[in-house]
């Protein structure tokens, strides 16, 4: 009696996956590499923005993606507003919704 118990409470646990799961099966990926805009293929970190923008931080600049396009953002040494470096490692996004970027040469 107790194994009939178990098997039927196994095959509702197994409905009750199979239901939630069909659920969230239109995801859609899309390959993204330098030929769409991306500034280098190898890619450290990913962050999505509070406004929906997908964050790259790549071996060659931070990459802000809008879903259609990218605009890489690179350290210039002539400008005082730039990233420390090309190469970033990590970011977040604080409470401000500022992006923080941690690059080779700091944050």
């Not at 095959?11 to 659920?23: M, R, W």
């Not at 390959?31 to 931080?57: E, H, P, R, T, Y």
Request: charged fraction near 20%; hydrophobic fraction near 35%; include cysteine.
């Amino acid at each position: 009696m107790k194994n009939h118990y178990l098997y039927i409470l196994l095959c509702l646990s197994l409905y009750s996956i199979a239901s939630f799961s069909q659920g969230y099966s239109n995801f859609h990926f899309k390959k993204l590499q330098v030929d769409n805009g991306l500034s280098a293929n190898f890619v450290f970190c990913i962050m999505q923005d509070a406004k929906g923008f997908m964050w790259f931080g790549t071996k060659d600049g931070l990459n802000k993606f809008d879903g259609n396009s990218f605009k890489v953002f690179r350290h210039n040494p002539r400008k005082e507003k730039t990233i420390g470096n090309n190469i970033i490692h990590c970011m977040i996004e604080g409470d401000n919704n500022k992006l923080y970027v941690g690059t080779e040469a700091g944050l």
